[in-house]
């Protein structure tokens, strides 16, 4: 079964700290290469954050996670994180797990072959 599942999200205090899961499943994880994160605001479109060649764990962020956000890898347990320090109102979106074709900065949805179903981010001022 294909499947992506998040977990982590919830409501923090700007300046916080919170680190979102993914498990991938056997299939996806057998089958992509590259593993990312993707998050929507309301009334703005699916942005790419970061993503990471799972074989080699080559990592690349991007766009608004230049400088506060980190992606990486537990390869046994099929498992990418994004690690985001320093949370700002902004931050707060629906963000997403996903497999996709390649890795690299400014990787659209386009680009993606898989979505989890995502997990809420919610950043109180």
């Known amino acids: 079964q294909a499947q992506l599942t998040e977990f982590g999200g919830g409501s923090v205090q700007a300046g916080e700290s919170l680190r979102l899961s993914c498990v991938a499943s056997d299939r996806i994880y057998s089958s992509s290469t590259c593993l990312g994160w993707f998050r929507q605001a309301p009334g703005k479109e699916r942005e790419g954050l970061a993503s990471i060649y799972t074989d080699l764990g080559i990592t690349y962020t991007g766009g608004s996670a230049t400088g506060r956000f980190g992606i990486s890898q537990d390869k046994v347990k099929k498992t990418i994180f994004l690690e985001m320090n320093d949370l700002k109102s902004d931050d707060t979106a629906m963000y997403y797990c996903?497999?996709?074709?390649?890795?690299?900065?400014?990787?659209?949805?386009?680009?993606?072959?898989?979505w989890g179903q995502g997990t809420q981010v919610t950043v109180s001022s």
């Open positions: 996903a497999a996709q074709s390649w890795c690299g900065q400014g990787v659209s949805p386009a680009s993606v072959t898989f």
